[in-house]
């Protein structure tokens, strides 16, 4: 290709470009991966725990009761229930059960993620310190409550790079929810790379539209066209190259290349008419129409198998303050079968074991109602200091629970897992010592889990 | 597998080691601190806290301090001083820095240490807390190279490395780099060629002349605000997931004014920091204010006010820090600094500085948050002073009238009936109009009776089930009021809760009529103060003791596509006249129109809910509500008809107030005196247009001090819950200078502490980064921290020097930049040779000229220039070119708010600068972000220059740079005469200031062969491309031809030159 531009630009040019700048002090992975790529399935608004996967019976009987002090503890209120004079327990009116081998609790909103209960592990422990949505989402993507810190994709991309040379090493999916009403917003922060150098940014790939922007030819420029300018570009470019002497003009010679290569990569990889019926099975029918959350997991599978390293996708609408029995069905149905598709689809391909599959949210939701309570409909506040999430592969034990809340469901009971710690955990499954991956800003060497994180030994098979 | 660099570590080391060669002796800023700060302060440095062994290694006592016998540096003797032995241990056990902290020092790091140690282990003071002095002329290879003072500083390093600068660049090619960093916009062919004829005839003066040229032009003020505009995270929406738009325009306008009017930059800072409290501060010194309320302002409903107020605080201080002191003051937020000698006592004494603001954590839900200031621009201003002159001369000739009139005993009638079809009507004759009529009783009224609040407990209400208001809905409230001198802030009418939890999302909700300070307030609130429409009458000046009428028009939303309430829809009237209004808040939501439902409001009579509320003492009466907006003629006639009956009656008695019988007087006039009818009129029609003009002008938040001030704590790990000793406004004097002699303890103190010309950091730091603006790297490459883990300057002398000259000029900006410019070493060739570029990748040593990619907003307004498509028209809100459709679909909001929906300019609005482009934070422009714009969401001085394929996509297939090179290959075929050859030199000119060689023609005219067989072939392509992009195809134009022209000047725009100042 680059022959015909006239001018030479060595292979070796090319694989600069994916580690341009880099000079030696530390070297990932520190140790042998577990994982080589992971798959975040976030869940935005705060999924209630309570209503899926964390089995309460003790409360079954406390309808209404006043949730008593020493659990309550020093409970930070939000606004939106300061007013409440009281703190009634809520039960969930879903049905738990058992499943497979393993015996994992989930409720009935869950049937799809019930067949898969013994390759998922689940975390009942996990604990946030954030009780608003946009600091709680900030920490858990970037570590710090506050705007300005890389995300988990960006240290990543940092740290472990691409082994994909015509697709992004960082590829973001937003989905819709079924329902069309997603509430809280998302922030291109969650993406974004803090103060690392901006191309370790996450891509967000787009379902309307060109899937990466501005990734097709304009109306009216055909492929080969647009191959003619590019070689006279490089031409011009090689010239001054020869100029001014400028390493940086190779690089920008190369990137041309790459923008290139994307234009027929990308489109390729978006194109699920190929995938057999089989696929659609497995993911449900959402997965055809394209944004669904189901069309972002088929997806994220076809992302996977061409080694892209850090998948993440987002999903909205769980914020159920009030109403949530007529809100979170439709936000289970969203994502149970083809988070569970997405599993069954990775391990039949031999993908799983290598293959990072993370669902949850910023955080779980209150065991008291707010606003007014019923028994088959109810509305829960945000909750921080216990919920749950489940892993899936890449070096997680499989069929298996970690850790429990109290009685009530409110406080963490045994192994909590801070947020740090599941940051910690999935850099050390990737094969990075959390401690280790750092950079200098601001007269300081930053880390993703700040000044604290435990990998939570716990969970690892 | 990948490898990552400590960079700044490894750099730093490897410019220590250099210098340290050539200059014999180490010195102890530049070579050994950045070692021990890195692998030592962090555990022996001054954060007492997290001291370990007792030992601290950041003082000459705390180093040679005698511990057991022995001590961890002696001075000349490397072997007996712990630290060394330490550093050196072969035990891993006892090496020092532990494995464990991911600390190491290098072979050659240790042997500096020894050296430093056998040298004597001398500390010095951190280069930066000293005041710069100006550093004596060095003996140079070849003086007359320099043409700035500071040249030969460069030249001697240059002279010391061995190596000689490069040659001069080519004139034009100075001047495209010179007006890219000066005006942001590249020299036109003609100003070349026009430059480069004065180059020949009058040489040095020439440049001179050309500078003062790019200074004189608007677009030079637009230039430099851009880099200040991310250093004061300036954007038009508040971050956080709602992330609602904000006005803050007029704050980036002042901006872009004090950079074009050469503004000194201590009063640059002054104004910004502190110019509400300068003495009787003009309204742009109060918009300049504006700076300390960029930061981002949280409106997610139920978080904690504290918690959030704190982080806006706390913003302000780390502003501060980076922005003019380039010190790291956030790291002190929650325990002492670990490398910086500041404290966290001091860091909360900074803070105290910006605690008082009267700001709500909980706020900016539609709009501005509070405070804000009406913030008419300059063309309003002109517009308003010229009314109020002919408002002053009709009143005074009135007043002439006025003042010679006497009362003949006549009767006088209201001119006008009184406006029928009143929602609803109290005319408290009786106790039983009201349901209840708790602890009411009446008194004497301007009609008949009146009614009095009684207290204490719950009071009367008025009758029926409510009145019923929506939002979009106009209604109008009138009613006679008497005060009593109690009625300080008294409610009037009261329909809104204050009974809840002020911590609840849903306190406050309602509408109010109020008495506050002799003004008639209205609040209309979703939840009080936040979410809230407040609007403050400004001249009513209701005495106790005196009847007036009041009334108040709620215009509705007139236009169906509004999208929140907007506080130009109240108008109050006293005595019949409409009174100018203060907008104290103007934050309340509009729901759509299909839900916008009807809320019925019951009003207490003089009495509000809150525990302990207020009551109004006086008297209330002839109180109605119309469900719809009357007129000013209405109100007046509602006025006249219970007011001239009244003041009749007491004129008669002997006993109208002077107030009373100037109703009767103008009345009385009116009906008399047709010329005074007319001016009265005209007097009426000019202050509706003024009036109307004031409601149109735009908000600014701004800085606003509390009184008494709000005390200020240390807050313990940072929190807001955990406040510990309570300090006052102050500096850490003992490191950065002293408090000037009687400067106030206020930001303004603050500010005149900043800009002492012997302060150690202020000019050094804005010199750096405007040598940063022009160079890509600063002298101090880490330009936001010039504290001990800040890097050491590459030309300590250079930066003296200027920020010396800068600081004595008196702070002139444009003589800086002009020295800058003008200097020989800016003014080398960029091109370099692969033994330079190998031994000096970042042009550290400046042995060449400056060669790097634009900022974003350059790459896009150049290729608008060069297209000839550019708006050049300063200031005004932003504007939104095109963008990706969809764009904010699945990431904002599902709420429907200004700010969420992106709603494209049209006309030449597409093609303004782009720091006018509509700054959304949680969304920036992805023509922006693509190019390495922060997101803004706090103080960044420093952007990456990254090199990425999505650059590459951006700038071949965006519509706006499509659209360029179609535009710009019209202008080829226009001016570029018939040749195809002329045309595409003309092209290559225009985009990169300088002729192409025999080697570039051919590949333009290749692929222009190409791209017009190609159209040639393909009608409906070439339609298809020129069909792309606002602005019309010349339709003379072949389109063929002129696709193919579009296709290759899309090269051209996509050449590495043209995006890179070289």
């Known amino acids: 290709m680059l022959a015909r531009a006239g001018y030479g630009l060595g292979t070796a040019a090319l694989g600069a470009l994916l580690s341009a700048g880099a000079r030696a002090a530390n070297v990932f992975p520190n140790f042998t991966p577990r994982a080589k790529r992971v798959i975040f399935l976030f869940q935005s608004g705060g999924p209630s725990h309570l209503d899926l996967f964390d089995h309460k019976p003790a409360i079954r009987e406390m309808f209404d009761k006043d949730i008593p002090p020493s659990v309550f503890g020093g409970q930070r209120v939000t606004g939106m229930v300061a007013h409440q004079d009281r703190f009634p327990i809520c039960p969930t009116m879903y049905t738990f059960g058992q499943h497979g081998q393993s015996g994992q609790w989930l409720s009935s909103l869950l049937p799809h993620t019930a067949k898969v209960a013994d390759e998922i592990c689940v975390v009942r422990s996990m604990h946030t310190e954030a009780i608003n949505h946009d600091p709680a989402i900030t920490f858990i993507q970037t570590g710090s409550q506050l705007p300005g810190r890389p995300c988990l994709g960006s240290w990543v991309d940092y740290g472990l790079g691409s082994e994909n040379q015509n697709l992004p090493a960082f590829v973001v999916l937003n989905s819709l929810p079924g329902n069309g009403q997603p509430d809280q917003g998302l922030l291109s922060r969650l993406w974004g790379a803090g103060f690392l150098p901006s191309r370790y940014q996450g891509v967000q790939f787009r379902s309307a539209g060109d899937a990466v922007l501005h990734l097709s030819n304009p109306p009216g420029v055909t492929r080969e066209s647009r191959r003619a300018m590019l070689d006279g570009l490089a031409s011009l470019n090689g010239r001054l190259h020869e100029r001014v002497g400028d390493p940086e003009i190779e690089t920008r010679i190369a990137q041309y290349e790459m923008a290139y290569r994307m234009q027929a990569s990308v489109p390729d990889l978006v194109d699920t008419s190929k995938e057999p019926e089989s696929v659609f099975k497995l993911y449900g029918e959402d997965a055809r129409k394209p944004g669904t959350f189901a069309a972002n997991c088929l997806l994220a599978r076809r992302l996977a198998e061409r080694n892209v390293r850090f998948i993440q996708l987002y999903h909205r609408g769980w914020d159920h303050h009030g109403g949530l029995t007529e809100k979170i069905p439709a936000l289970a149905r969203d994502t149970d079968q083809p988070a569970a598709g997405l599993i069954l689809d990775l391990k039949q391909r031999g993908m799983l074991k290598d293959t990072l599959v993370i669902w949850g949210g910023e955080f779980g939701r209150t065991v008291y109602a707010q606003g007014t309570l019923k028994r088959d409909n109810y509305g829960r506040d945000h909750h921080g200091r216990v919920f749950s999430l489940w892993m899936a592969g890449g070096g997680v034990k499989a069929g298996h629970s970690h850790g429990s809340s109290d009685e009530f469901g409110f406080n963490v009971a045994e192994d909590g897992v801070h947020v740090h710690d599941l940051q910690a955990t999935i850099l050390h499954l990737l094969g990075v010592d959390h401690e280790k991956l750092t950079y200098p800003f601001q007269g300081r060497q930053f880390r993703l889990t700040d000044v604290s994180g435990h990998v939570v030994r716990g969970i690892l098979a | ?1062």
């Open chain 2, 1 to 1062: 597998m990948k490898t990552i660099t400590g960079v700044l570590l490894c750099a730093l080391a490897a410019a220590g080691a250099a210098r340290a060669a050539e200059s014999g002796r180490l010195e102890y800023g530049r070579d050994v601190r950045p070692i021990l700060s890195e692998n030592c302060f962090h555990c022996h440095g001054q954060d007492a806290k997290k001291r370990m062994a007792n030992l601290r290694l950041d003082t000459f006592e705390g180093a040679a301090a005698i511990r057991n016998g022995r001590a961890a540096v002696v001075p000349g003797k490397p072997e007996q001083s712990v630290l060394y032995q330490r550093i050196t241990a072969a035990q891993p056990a006892l090496r020092m820095p532990p494995a464990a902290s991911n600390r190491h020092l290098t072979e050659a790091q240790a042997a500096m240490l020894k050296r430093w140690i056998s040298e004597g282990a001398q500390y010095a003071r951190h280069w930066a807390f000293s005041p710069a002095v100006r550093p004596a002329e060095p003996a140079v290879s070849d003086p007359r190279w320099a043409k700035q003072p500071f040249d030969a500083f460069v030249l001697k390093r240059l002279d010391a490395e061995g190596l000689r600068p490069s040659k001069p660049a080519a004139p034009g090619a100075w001047l495209r780099r010179a007006s890219l960093d000066l005006t942001g916009l590249p020299p036109s062919p003609a100003q070349i060629d026009a430059f480069e004829r004065d180059a020949r005839k009058s040489g040095e003066a020439a440049y001179g002349a050309a500078v003062d040229r790019m200074l004189g032009r608007s677009a030079y003020g637009e230039r430099m605000a851009m880099d200040w505009l991310d250093a004061a995270r300036y954007a038009d929406t508040h971050g956080f997931n709602n992330d609602a738009e904000r006005s803050m325009w007029r704050w980036r306008d002042w901006v872009i004014e004090a950079f074009n009017s050469n503004m000194p930059y201590d009063r640059f800072l002054t104004e910004q920091l502190a110019g509400d409290l300068l003495p009787a501060p003009t309204l742009d010194q109060r918009i300049a204010t504006g700076f300390g309320r960029n930061h981002v302002i949280n409106s997610e409903g139920g978080i904690i006010d504290e918690e959030y107020r704190v982080e806006y605080v706390a913003d302000r201080v780390r502003t501060l820090g980076m922005a003019w002191l380039g010190l790291t003051l956030e790291c002190a937020r929650c325990h002492d600094h670990k490398y910086d000698p500041i404290t966290q006592r001091d860091h909360y004494r900074f803070y105290a500085f910006f605690n008082s603001v009267p700001e709500i954590g909980e706020d900016g839900r539609v709009s501005n948050a509070v405070p804000m200031i009406a913030a008419p621009t300059r063309q309003q201003q002109e517009k308003a002073a010229g009314l109020e002159r002919a408002i002053a001369q009709l009143a005074a000739k009135i007043a002439g009238k006025e003042k010679r009139w006497v009362w003949k005993g006549r009767d006088v009638a209201a001119r006008a009936g009184v406006p029928a079809g009143a929602a609803l009507e109290v005319h408290c004759e009786t106790t039983g109009e009201f349901e209840p009529a708790n602890g009411l009783t009446l008194a004497e009224g301007i009609a008949g009776n009146a009614c009095v609040t009684g207290g204490p407990g719950p009071g009367a209400q008025a009758p029926g089930k409510g009145f019923p208001v929506s939002r979009r809905e106009p209604f109008t409230f009138s009613g006679w009021i008497q005060a009593s001198a109690m009625d300080e802030d008294a409610p009037l009418l009261s329909a809104i809760d204050y009974a809840r939890n002020p911590a609840s999302t849903t306190y406050g909700g309602g509408m109010e009529f109020r008495l506050a300070g002799g003004e008639l307030e209205f609040r209309f609130s979703q939840r009080f103060p936040a979410y809230s429409l407040r609007v403050r009458s400004e001249g009513a000046r209701i005495n106790p003791g005196e009847w007036r009428h009041v009334a108040l028009v709620y215009t509705g939303a007139a236009d169906k596509t509004a999208m929140r309430v907007h506080a130009s829809w109240v108008r109050i009237f006293a005595d019949g006249r409409e009174i100018p209004v203060r907008v104290m808040n103007d934050g309340l939501a509009l729901p759509e129109a299909k839900t916008d439902k009807p809320t019925p409001y019951r009003f207490r009579m003089g009495w509000e809910n809150a525990p302990n509320g207020k009551r109004f003492a006086g008297r209330l009466d002839e109180v109605a509500l119309w469900n719809r907006g009357l007129n000013g003629p209405e109100i007046e006639a509602l006025f006249e008809s219970r007011a001239l009956p009244y003041a009749l009656g007491r004129m008669r008695a002997n006993v109208a107030a002077p107030g009373e019988q100037a109703w009767v007087r103008a009345a009385s006039l009116a009906m008399t005196d047709a010329e005074f009818a007319r001016d009265r009129a005209k007097l009426a029609s000019l202050r509706e247009e003024w009036l109307a003009l004031r409601r149109e002008a735009p908000f600014v938040m701004v800085m606003q001090e509390l009184h008494p001030p709000r005390p200020t704590h240390v807050l313990m790990r940072g929190a807001y819950n955990a406040p510990g000793e309570q300090v006052t406004p102050g500096v850490p004097e003992s490191i950065l200078g002293t408090w000037p002699e009687g400067a106030p303890r206020n930001r303004l103190g603050l500010a005149a502490w900043l800009t002492k010309p012997d302060h150690p950091l202020t000019a050094r730091v804005v010199v750096n980064r405007f040598w940063q603006q022009l160079f890509g790297l600063g002298l101090v490459k880490t330009s936001d921290n010039f504290g001990l883990q800040g890097e050491f300057p590459s030309h300590p002398e250079v930066l003296d020097w200027l920020a010396r000259d800068f600081a004595d000029s008196g702070w002139n900006v444009k003589a800086l930049m002009k020295r800058l410019v003008l200097s020989a070493t800016y003014r080398q060739d960029s091109a370099a040779g692969s033994a330079l570029i190998a031994r000096d990748p970042e042009n550290r040593l400046l042995a060449r000229g400056p060669r790097f990619r634009l900022p974003a907003e350059l790459i896009r307004d150049q290729a608008l220039e060069i297209a000839g498509l550019l708006t050049h028209r300063t200031g005004g809100p932003s504007v939104f070119p095109y963008q990706p459709q969809d764009l904010y679909k699945g990431i904002v909001v599902a709420a429907d708010y200004p700010g969420t929906r992106y709603l494209p300019s049209t006309g030449g609005d597409l093609y303004r600068r782009s720091l006018y482009t509509y700054w959304k934070r949680t969304v920036p422009h992805p023509t922006m972000t693509v190019f390495d714009a922060p997101d803004r969401e706090f103080c960044v001085v420093r952007r990456s220059t990254t090199n990425t394929p999505l650059q590459a996509l951006t700038l071949l297939n965006d519509p706006i740079y499509v659209e360029a090179a179609r535009k710009l290959a019209e202008r080829a075929l226009r001016e570029g005469g018939s040749a195809p050859e002329g045309r595409l030199r003309h092209a290559f000119r225009l985009a990169t200031g300088r002729a192409a060689d025999a080697h570039e023609t051919e590949v333009l005219l290749k692929t222009l062969d190409r791209m017009l067989a190609a159209y040639r072939a393909d009608a409906p392509g070439a339609r298809a491309l020129l069909a792309t992009g606002a602005s019309p195809a010349d339709p003379a134009m072949d389109p063929a031809e002129l696709a193919a022209y579009a296709a290759v000047a899309g090269m051209i725009l996509n050449m590495d030159e043209v995006i890179t100042k070289g």
